[in-house]
């Protein structure tokens, strides 16, 4: 469900007040691009690429051995390579999952069509990335190196100083399959890793930025417009902003109190390990997730039943999964949300499939810092199953159109959320013991 292991590079232009001009948003995965085709700079704007990255590598006091091959390509050769490359791997049986699980936790509408969204978004936002395991950058451009390529530039580069110094893929140990084990720990390293590169490349632009690369950014702001992006479920547009906005506010947490040796310690000396640390930088390093384990739900259901998805939601996603569900009926409003979370102390969820019938189920097991913080999410969670279940049945459940819902405490500090296609199997799930 959750698209915390992607490193492609998403552009969204959002203003910087910092700056008093735009910045670009990359998102990423960690997917390889190949476009045989594309052609090296020409010599006028690889002078330029030279320049920046000097600049950026004295901001950042850090250094590549190896230069890193570059390429340009056009919006229209993008979107083929978006076509081609990420989304040929994409098949209709992972779409068809990630729809049902986003679905069940109340972010998309059962009949999204997220793939072709994947390829109208890609093709509308992605503007330049690092391939971390060819060790190349992309910039797309369809008109010359101006004032946001640039910029996008000096972002791009801060990832393979990074890469170079701190290892994605060996010491970071981030990686699909890392992600896949562990999200919340995947979105806590990647907004480690885009808060450096947007505080580097808003440092950049505060010393080396010209009148000119101002001008190119208002012009393009003038006349920016993203029209897939707008209408993407609010879910999806705020996780993919998350690692850029709370991860550069964390870094500059750090950056305020040691410099950038204290950011290079969050890489090497002390990673950060979940949402929570990224949105209260107070709670970093020492605040560590308590995440429960669940029982095994397969046996407990029957033989027909398979479990598709286990993970941790964190702080972040039960923010999301409260304020963001696809039907603005269902949501709590923000502040109540964000209050509701703050107390996350740890969770593990399990999605399950009854492969003769095609019916989910799903077991969210939490736990809560105090039992006041229990308390109130318990009260969210309550209130957010009256409006996006109905009214609560006599024995406890909730039964809404699609699902039936119940929650369940098991401590002061703990309760589980259990949610089922049908009353039966909700049912099992209650019966089940839990520590």
């Known amino acids: 469900m959750k698209n915390k292991n992607i490193l492609l590079l998403v552009l969204i232009a959002l203003t910087v007040l910092a700056v008093g001009t735009f910045f670009v948003i990359k998102l ?58 990420f989304l040929e791997g994409y098949k209709a049986e992972d779409e068809e999952r990630d729809v049902a699980v986003m679905n069940l936790f109340g972010f998309l509408p059962a009949d999204f069509k997220l793939r072709d969204f994947y390829l109208e978004l890609y093709s509308e936002q992605i503007t330049g990335y690092y391939d971390q395991e060819k060790k190349e950058m992309f910039v797309v451009s369809d008109s010359g190196f101006g004032g946001l390529e640039r910029s996008t530039y000096a972002h791009e580069f801060v990832h393979t100083l990074q890469d170079e110094r701190f290892d994605f893929e060996g010491a970071l140990e981030y990686t699909d399959e890392s992600c896949q084990d562990d999200s919340e720990r995947c979105l806590a390293i990647q907004s480690l890793i885009e808060g450096d590169a947007t505080l580097t490349e808003q440092l950049w632009f505060q010393k080396y930025g010209t009148q000119q690369d101002m001008q190119d950014l208002q012009d393009f702001a003038a006349t920016y417009n993203s029209p897939v992006y707008e209408s993407a479920p609010d879910s999806i547009k705020e996780d993919f902003t998350f690692p850029y906005l709370y991860g550069a506010k964390f870094v500059q947490t750090l950056y305020t109190q040691g410099g950038f040796e204290a950011v290079n310690a969050a890489f090497t000396e002390a990673n950060p390990v979940s949402s929570e640390q990224i949105m209260h930088p107070a709670a970093y390093p020492n605040d560590v997730p ?58 593990t969820y399990s999605v399950l499939k009854n492969e003769q019938t095609g019916k989910l189920a799903a077991l969210i097991s939490f736990n809560w810092d105090t039992t006041a913080d229990a308390d109130a999410a318990l009260e969210a969670f309550r209130s957010y199953s009256d409006l996006r279940f109905g009214p609560v049945q006599p024995d406890g459940h909730w039964q809404g159109s699609d699902y039936s819902s119940a929650l369940r405490e098991t401590s002061p500090t703990s309760f589980v959320w259990l949610m089922a296609q049908d009353l039966a199997t909700l049912q099992l799930l209650q019966a089940i013991p839990l520590n």
């Open 28 to 85: 990423s995965r960690n997917t390889v691009f190949v476009y045989e085709d594309n052609p090296t700079p020409d010599p006028t704007i690889s002078a330029g690429m030279d320049e920046i990255e000097s600049q950026v590598s004295q901001l950042r006091d850090l250094n590549i051995d190896t230069a890193i091959p570059r390429q340009l390509m056009t919006t229209a050769e993008l979107r083929q390579v978006v076509l081609d490359d």
């Open 290 to 347: 308590n995440n429960p384990t669940l029982p095994n739900l397969e046996a407990a259901l029957g033989k027909d039943w398979v479990e598709i998805e286990n993970d941790t939601l964190g702080e972040w996603y039960v923010y999301l999964v409260l304020a963001k569900a696809h039907s603005p009926q269902y949501r709590l409003y923000d502040s109540l949300a964000l209050d509701a979370a703050e107390g996350w102390g740890g969770d």
